[in-house]
């Protein structure tokens, strides 16, 4: 079969891709574009010795039904060799409402964990101690509670809060612009990341404050260009909220993390983390004269793409999953999950997970990608690539700029990403884009069976426990801690130690995020046609 009928060959933000790159294709000045590994501007990686002094932690994404179930699949994770922890929430909790919400029916514990109190996260985490966990948590809206929970959960096993480690997403722009599981309009949202950005500074030293998401927004369809541009413009407007709250840069800075999709295209894709890493290390020095150089590394995990996966023919999802993980160690990931075979059709039973998790250590102790740092560094193909990305995202951001920045410009990067993933889709059903099993090489198959299920029951099981905790709590302290939220909520003190408060004196995260609605209301999106 040859690839004769293609017209043109082009990156996934359009532009051509050559036959052939020669050293006419590139102009690299080593110190300026590429640098040592470990050094300013980091294109070639954080670390000086990267995978040769440590790997990357191998943090498998789970969570379902209750937090018991869920720790369960946690230590199954851990026997297995995972060497990080990473909690899916379930949308009731990401949108702030109890197990035993109306709004929360039919949807408890069903796309991850229900959490909605102290106790639920002690179960979540019995029996793993957290002095040596490194955790991960998927939550945005509702991040400094889940973060306070987990917090309170420490102490109740004695270990001291400033020697934990772990990351929450926190990151709020990005589901205005691309997810959707937003509570409060964009101000008070903001102010409850800076809130968390100067508490965690004092009291939680290692805990990174906010992974600023492109996942998603290339998860809704966007470019690797646009996938760069948006995030970094995100953690731009991050970063210039915590110099206005009068935090210093090199205070919080440190702990920004970042999150990226690892997507099909091999070569773009290691080319575009390596991009990513170039273009954030020149804006901290340059727009915001960080001196720490910690403050300007781009330290990412990477997840393999969800949106590539299909539920056609799905065992050759492993090999996408493979393709894609190898990029994202290509191209330096300080983390990574693997997608399972059949998360395309339900979450992943224990061998889909497995294979997930056995995929990376096979890249990590069989591959030999490990063994040095940046190992295409120096590809002509790569490094015109890494440079088209950087062009490219440096557009656009300052388009996003002139627009007043990311929270003005969020229709603006709506658009941009519809009319991506229509031209995409446009390709395949065209055919000028083969996904195997999908448009070309198509087989008859039986329909899948095996497949992971929630027990159904878990939601009035969950509120019938809620009910016993509500009714066995000091009910006058609860109430006091929720008042005293409030009341700072409509004012302009620090939440997060309130917010701690409350839940150690096991005030529920709906409880809180009503109060917190009550003084902050919610977003409601303007829609235009």
């Not at 943090?59 to 026997?79: D, H, I, P, V």
């Not at 309130?498 to 609605?517: K, M, N």
Request: charged share 20%.
């Amino acid at each position: 079969m040859t690839r004769e009928w293609k017209a043109q060959f082009t990156t996934s933000w359009g532009a051509p891709v050559r036959r052939v790159y020669g050293p006419d294709a590139i102009a690299i000045d080593y110190a300026r574009d590429l640098g040592d590994p470990g050094a300013f501007p980091y294109t070639r990686g954080v670390h000086p010795t990267m995978y040769r002094g440590r790997l990357w932690t191998m943090r498998q994404y789970a969570g379902f039904g209750s937090a018991e179930e869920t720790n369960k699949r946690y230590r199954y994770l851990l026997e297995q060799g995972q060497t990080g922890l990473s909690v899916a929430f379930d949308l009731p909790t990401q949108m702030g409402y109890d197990a035993d919400a109306p709004e929360a029916y039919g949807e408890v514990g069903k796309v991850g964990v229900s959490i909605s109190s102290v106790e639920d996260m002690a179960a979540l985490f019995d029996g793993i101690p957290l002095h040596r966990a490194s955790t991960s948590m998927t939550i945005n809206a509702t991040a400094s509670i889940l973060l306070c929970l987990y917090i309170a959960v420490a102490q109740r096993q004695g270990v001291a809060v400033d020697t934990l480690a772990g990351t929450v997403q926190n990151d709020i722009l990005k589901e205005y612009i691309a997810r959707g599981t937003y509570i409060y309009p964009p101000g008070p949202s903001m102010r409850l990341i800076t809130d968390m950005f100067a508490f965690c500074k004092d009291r939680v030293p290692r805990w990174n404050t906010i992974s600023v998401s492109g996942y998603h927004i290339r998860e809704a369809g966007c470019t690797a260009v646009q996938e760069v541009a948006f995030t970094l413009s995100n953690a731009i407007a991050y970063v210039s909220a915590a110099l206005e709250a009068g935090l210093g840069v090199d205070e919080f800075a440190p702990q920004i993390s970042f999150f990226f999709n690892a997507h099909n295209n091999l070569t773009e894709e290691v080319a575009k983390f390596r991009a990513a890493r170039r273009l954030w290390a020149r804006i901290m020095k340059d727009r915001f004269h960080a001196q720490d150089p910690r403050s300007m590394m781009l330290r990412f995990h990477a997840q393999t793409a969800g949106s590539m996966l299909t539920a056609q023919q799905p065992e050759n999802n492993v090999v996408r999953v493979t393709v894609q993980a190898l990029a994202a160690v290509l191209g330096g990931c300080q983390s990574l999950h693997t997608n399972s075979m059949d998360e395309a059709l339900a979450l992943p039973s224990e061998q889909a997970v497995r294979v997930a998790l056995r995929t990376q250590q096979i890249l990590a102790h069989e591959s030999g990608v490990a063994d040095t740092v940046d190992p295409l560094g120096g590809s002509y193909a790569v490094e015109r690539l890494t440079g088209d990305v950087e062009g490219e995202a440096e557009a656009y951001i300052a388009k996003i700029d002139g627009m007043g920045g990311s929270i003005h410009a969020i229709p603006f990067m709506q658009r941009e990403i519809q009319d991506a993933a229509y031209r995409y889709q446009m390709e395949i059903e065209a055919k000028d884009r083969i996904v195997v099993g999908v448009n070309d090489f198509v087989a008859e198959e039986p329909p899948a069976s095996n497949l992971f299920r929630v027990d159904p029951a878990v939601g009035e099981a969950l509120a019938r426990r809620l009910g016993a905790l509500r009714a066995a709590r000091d009910r006058d302290r609860a109430l006091a801690c929720l008042d005293r939220l409030e009341s700072a909520a409509r004012g302009h003190a620090n939440l997060v130690p309130l917010i701690l408060d409350a839940v150690i004196a096991s005030g529920t995260l709906g409880e809180i995020c009503d109060r917190l609605r009550g003084a902050f209301g919610v977003h409601r999106p303007s829609v235009t046609f």
